[in-house]
């Protein structure tokens, strides 16, 4: 699972500097304590665009998929 970690952070840097603060905070608060079906769900969402995960975060339009937004939430709360 520290791989999984590893990878996350480093695709966590993003091209928009809002993200990186969101991404940032989030992961200082709670990378070390997912699970690995969290951290699954995590890659998956920093798979997207920026501008998709824009929307997702910034103007919180909805996920199509349910893994995601118990993470979504987690990283908007942070």
Known sequence: ?????NEINFRS????????????????KHLSNLEE????AL???????DNDLADL????TE?????HKAIIKKILSA
């Open 13 to 28: 840097r993003r091209g928009l500097q809002e993200l990186d603060i969101l991404l940032k905070r989030f992961l200082e």
């Open 63 to 67: 996920t199509p998929k349910d893994a």
């Open 43 to 49: 890659i998956e969402i920093l798979d997207m665009e």
């Open 1 to 5: 699972m520290e791989s999984l970690r």
């Open 37 to 40: 079906s969290s951290l699954k």
């Open 57 to 60: 975060l910034i103007y919180k």
